[in-house]
Each structure stands twice: as structure tokens, then as C-alpha cells.
């Protein structure tokens, strides 16, 4: 276990400016509304149509907005109370505890990912076996494989970095724990570590992207030439899909492999910690049809509970 002489970290990237820090306070916050009503407002709308909750699409999709909601609240209501309190410290014990949830939280999104990817390439390449082999216990237990692939990431970062003693200096910057800086401040040699770390992080991004891309290339294959209807349906899926897959996953590849400025790697991780997860539900929501119409229904009966 570390035995850190360091209390805290500090955030030297935060503006000193008050004004700048009022005005980046009020365009966090609006990322941070937007993605808590956006994916609560997904939850909501699957969770009561009873037809949308039995397709495993929908119920990976919960899912997957829980995990923006979780993912978006690791560091960003932190980095809003700094900004209100005119902060920029941390606790040791802290920082270790966004560095474990960021992970968690982030690596068991890739994971479903995945399963969706998956579950897609089931209903589209074998829709007789579909509704057999994506029964709800199956897709149950392949969620907690995701939970638990993304606490093994996780917990794997964590124990490399606390191995490590930190006596000084003690500056991050960023707004947030990020683990390749904070294994730079350890008071030792971290190459190794280092290469470790990129490895898991990186190697993971690039192995599921990689996955993803090759399954909705299987995907698109199969729907080519087959544009009707319910082809022109699952296209619309699979883009949403692919998108948010996107937005995910190349900003990770751009941090943890390809060599950036850290001013470049700030502007990332603020890209995918704070906008990412509120851009998930707007996709969902605007290229997808049966989203759109249980949004309705959803709005309809709200309007006749209160107004009827």
C-alpha cells in the first residue's frame, strides 16, 4: 500500500479568474444537466413502455445510461464545487477514489458497448436464434460480466499506483485525477508502470474498438442491398450505435496511446468526462424512432396526470 507523504494534489489547470471561473462554472453545470436529465429521461421513457423494456437493445441502453449518469458524476460535481469555493485541492484518499471510479465506470461502458454491438450483430445475422439466444437471464448475466471486466480494470490501475510512494511535487494539470499524471508524480522510477498502464487503458480502447468496428463491418455487410423498411431501421440503429461508440472511444485512443501536448490531452479528457455523456441520450433520442414515439407517449400521459 502507498505510504504517501502527500495530504493532497493540487489542480493547476483551474483559472484564476473569478469571472472565468463563473462563466466556466455555468457551462459545466449545463453539460452536467444535461447529461443527468438526458439519460434519466432514456431510463424513464424505456422503464415505463413494458414493450421497449423486454428488447435487449433497450435494456442495454438503460444500462448504458446509468453508467453516463455514474461516469459523469465522478468528477465534474467535484470540479463545480472548486470552481463555487475558488479550490483546487484534493485529497490523497480522494484522488484515488476518482481514479478507481473513472475507470470502473468508463471501462464497464466500453464492455457494454460491446454487448450492444453484439446484440445488434445477433438480431441482424441470426433473427431466428435472436429472441432464444438474447433471453433476459443471458443478458443479465452478460451485464455483470461487464460490471465485473470493468472492476478488474479498474482496481488493476488502482494497485499499480499504489504501490508507489509520493513525497513531492504535488501539482496535476488537470481538473481532475487523471492516471498518467498522477503516476508522474510518484518518488520513484514509473516506466515500467507507465507501459503497464497505457497497456490496460489503451489496449483495452483499442481491442473493444476494434471488436465494434468489425461487428457493425459484419453488420453493415449483411443489411447491403436489403434497404427497405426494416433495413433503413436497423441502419438507423447501428449509426446511432457507431456514433456514440465514436465519441467514446476515440478520445481514449488519443489520450492513453497517441503522444499529445498535455494542453491537448486536457482538452480531450474534458471532451469525454463532461460532453460525452450528455451527447449519448441526444443521439439515442434523435435517430431513434421508437425513443421519439414513447417519448410522446411518455409526455402524453404526464400531461393528462397533471392537467386531466
Known amino acids: 500500500m502507498n505510504t504517501s507523504g502527500v495530504p493532497e494534489f493540487i489542480f493547476v489547470s483551474l483559472p484564476h479568474s473569478r469571472l472565468i471561473q463563473l462563466l466556466l462554472f455555468a457551462v459545466v453545470l449545463a453539460c452536467y444537466i444535461v447529461v443527468l436529465l438526458g439519460n434519466l429521461l432514456i431510463v424513464v421513457t424505456v422503464y415505463s413502455e413494458p414493450r421497449l423494456l423486454q428488447s435487449p437493445m433497450y435494456f442495454f441502453l438503460t444500462h448504458l445510461s446509468i453508467l453516463d449518469i455514474a461516469f459523469g458524476s465522478v468528477a465534474v460535481p467535484r470540479l463545480l464545487g472548486d470552481l463555487v469555493k475558488h479550490s483546487n485541492t484534493i485529497s490523497f484518499g480522494g484522488c484515488m477514489a476518482q481514479l478507481f471510479f ?162 491537448v490531452h486536457k482538452m480531450i479528457s474534458v471532451f469525454y468526462t463532461v460532453i460525452t455523456p450528455g451527447l449519448n441520450p441526444i443521439i439515442y433520442t434523435l435517430r431513434n424512432q421508437e425513443i421519439q414515439l414513447s417519448l410522446r407517449n411518455l409526455g402524453r400521459r404526464i400531461f393528462i396526470c397533471l392537467f386531466i
Not at 128 to 137: E, K
Request: with cysteine.
Open 102 to 263: 473513472l475507470h470502473f465506470f468508463g471501462g464497464s461502458e466500453m464492455f457494454i458497448l460491446v454487448l450492444m454491438a453484439y446484440d445488434r450483430y445477433m438480431a441482424i445475422c441470426y433473427p431466428l436464434m435472436y429472441m432464444t439466444s438474447m433471453n433476459r437471464p443471458r443478458c443479465t448475466k452478460l451485464l455483470v460480466l461487464c460490471w465485473i471486466g470493468g472492476f478488474i480494470h479498474s482496481i488493476t490501475q488502482l494497485i499499480l499506483i499504489l504501490r508507489f510512494p509520493f513525497c513531492g511535487p504535488n501539482e496535476l494539470d488537470n481538473f481532475f485525477c487523471d492516471v498518467q499524471q498522477v503516476v508522474k508524480l510518484a518518488c520513484t522510477d514509473t516506466y515500467i508502470t507507465e507501459i503497464l498502464l497505457a497497456a490496460n487503458s489503451g489496449l483495452l480502447c483499442l481491442v473493444c474498438f476494434t471488436i465494434l468496428l468489425v461487428s457493425y463491418g459484419v453488420i453493415l455487410a449483411t443489411l447491403r442491398g436489403h434497404f427497405r423498411e426494416s433495413g433503413r431501421k436497423a441502419l438507423s440503429t447501428c449509426s446511432s450505435h457507431l456514433t456514440v461508440v465514436s465519441l467514446l472511444f476515440i478520445p481514449c485512443l488519443f489520450v492513453y496511446i497517441l503522444p499529445f501536448s498535455s494542453s
